[in-house]
């Protein structure tokens, strides 16, 4: 039997169509079937996991309450334990309250028992007493039968007699004891004083008013002087003291009577011949280098001085007052070396009487600090020197012996009374004071004083051994016009108040200057 290709071929196509049409239901139903599982075995491990976690909470939760519950348990255990101790604590002390109550209760009832024993004794002291009494009044009684006198009477006989034979006996002791006394005082002094002269030997040399300053040519001499004296009249004016430029060889002469005016013309001139260049701007420059240069001495002689007295701890000013000291003479006699010889005397005599050796040296170096200050302070230096202790700290010990040493104010202190001694044997020793070199000196700082009474005066120096005094003026405060007045005015105050040989010049000088730069 023939079969058509065609019907074949569709034949097959449809047998292929449902083979197709039957795996691909085959591989739906596997398929599907597997992600069922999954997701069963998703959801079965999901559910065990939940129950799992839920175990997990809960048994955390327990053991934190637990750990909460021994918490709290040991807590309360700590508290229970303090608690105990408390009442324990407690206990302790009421025991020891009714220990003492007792033990206050039974000296009560001691107490009480001896207050009844003195009361009973003091009744007995009063009956004795009375007792006495009588019997003492009945001796009496027949004493002033037996003596014609009253017991008042008897009384003050005997009192009397005992008053004078007391006063003879203190009046014989006394004089015989103040006789011993001032014997030993003489004896004991002239020891002292003679000990501690032997001991302290120092040199008795008087200042001058006058130095020289070496040149290196007579040349020098010429350019210290300057065109038409420029230069020499700047120095005179700027230093207060006179420059002397006469034959002596190879020296030029300063003369005044102001020691640190002296000091600072002789350094500036010294720094002058040394760098060559004089002129009137090198030389107001040169001088107040020197200034600050004896600023910086005058500080120096004050330490060294305290350091050599021991005075520790003195105030600074204090320092810069003992340092002017070196610049200032009494009688001819440096005040600072006078002051040092002062405080090693008042040491020797002070350890000699077992007193305190630092108080009578510190006394003594610091005596004459009055003089240091300059004419504007009134009063006497000894007084001065009193209030200046005391503002810059010193105690009362040092200032009274300070102030007491020319008996202004009564001594304090032994330490006190040594200071009069001993400036005076530092003064009287032969050669130490010239009395004439004092006496110029104050004609001249009384010259210059009366200058400065006068509104507008800037500087005043006396010159010429006092024969000329030169006058700076404020340029703003004088003029021309007031310059002439000033000059006659202060002239006829010099003839008033001074006492003087021959004749006083007074040079009245007003100088005012500009200065600019260009820049």
């Known amino acids: 039997m023939h079969i058509d290709p065609l019907a074949e071929l569709g034949l097959a196509l449809i047998l292929g169509i449902f083979l197709g049409a039957f795996l691909f239901f085959i591989f739906h139903r596997i398929k599907t079937g597997s992600y069922q599982a999954l997701a069963k075995s998703i959801i079965q491990k999901a559910e065990f996991d939940a129950v799992s976690l839920k175990r997990s909470s809960e048994l955390k939760l327990k053991q934190q309450e637990m750990n909460q519950q021994r918490e709290l348990d040991a807590l309360f255990q700590i ?10 604590r407690i206990k302790i002390k009421e ?3 009714e220990a003492r109550m007792s033990l206050v209760e039974r000296k009560l009832s001691d107490i009480e028992k001896k207050e009844a024993a003195l009361i009973a004794k003091k009744a007995y002291l009063d009956e004795e007493k009375i007792h006495l009494e009588e019997k003492q009044n009945h001796l009496i009684a027949e004493l002033e039968t037996i003596s014609g006198l009253s017991a008042v009477e008897a009384k003050e006989i005997l009192i009397n007699k005992i008053t004078c034979d007391v006063k003879a006996e203190a009046a014989n002791l006394i004089r015989k004891i103040t006789k011993e006394a001032e014997e030993e005082a003489d004896k004991k002094a002239s020891n ?6 032997n001991r302290l030997a120092a040199s008795c040399v008087s200042e001058t008013t006058i130095h020289t300053v070496s040149i290196p040519n007579e040349e020098m001499k010429g350019r210290i002087i300057g065109r038409e004296g420029r230069n020499i009249r700047s120095l005179e004016k700027e230093t207060g003291v006179n420059f002397i430029i006469d034959d002596t060889p190879m020296a030029v002469v300063i003369s005044g009577f102001d020691p640190i005016r002296i000091n600072i013309a002789k350094l500036a001139l010294s720094e002058l011949v040394t760098d060559g260049r004089i002129h009137p701007t090198r030389i107001e420059e040169a001088v107040e280098k020197a200034k600050q240069t004896t600023a910086k001495q005058i500080k120096q002689y004050g330490e060294d001085a305290a350091l050599k007295a021991g005075a520790m701890n003195l105030h600074p000013q204090m320092i810069l007052m003992l340092g002017k000291l070196k610049f200032r003479f009494s009688y001819g006699q440096n005040i600072l070396d006078h002051s040092l010889e002062v405080s090693h005397l008042m040491g020797l005599m002070a350890a000699e009487l077992g007193r305190d050796v630092r108080l009578a040296k510190r006394i003594g170096l610091l005596h004459d600090i009055g003089k240091a200050v300059s004419h504007e302070v009134e009063g006497s230096h000894a007084i001065i020197g009193h209030d200046m202790a005391l503002k810059y700290g010193e105690n009362a010990d040092v200032a009274n012996g300070i102030g007491c040493h020319h008996q202004e104010m009564e001594p304090a202190t032994i330490e006190a009374w040594l200071c009069s001694g001993a400036d005076a044997i530092s003064a009287s020793r032969p050669g ?20 400065y009474e006068f509104a507008g005066v800037d500087k005043a120096y006396a010159l010429q051994a006092g024969r000329e005094i030169r006058i700076s003026v404020l340029p703003d405060i004088v003029d021309d016009l007031g310059l002439m007045n000033l000059a006659k005015d202060l002239t006829k105050r010099i003839e008033h108040d001074l006492n003087y040989p021959g004749k006083i010049k007074v040079t009245v000088v007003r100088e005012k200057r500009a200065v600019e730069y260009a820049i």
Do not use: G
């Not at 508290?79 to 324990?88: G, H, L, M, N, V």
């Not at 002292?192 to 002269?197: M, R, S």
């Not at 010239?434 to 009366?450: G, M, T």
């Open 79 to 88: 508290e229970r334990k303090k608690w105990q101790r408390e009442d324990e």
């Open 432 to 451: 130490a004071r010239i009395e004439a070199v004092e006496e110029y000196i104050n004609r001249l700082k009384k010259l210059e004083d009366i200058a």
């Open 95 to 97: 025991d020891k309250v």
């Open 192 to 197: 002292i004083i003679a000990t501690a002269i």
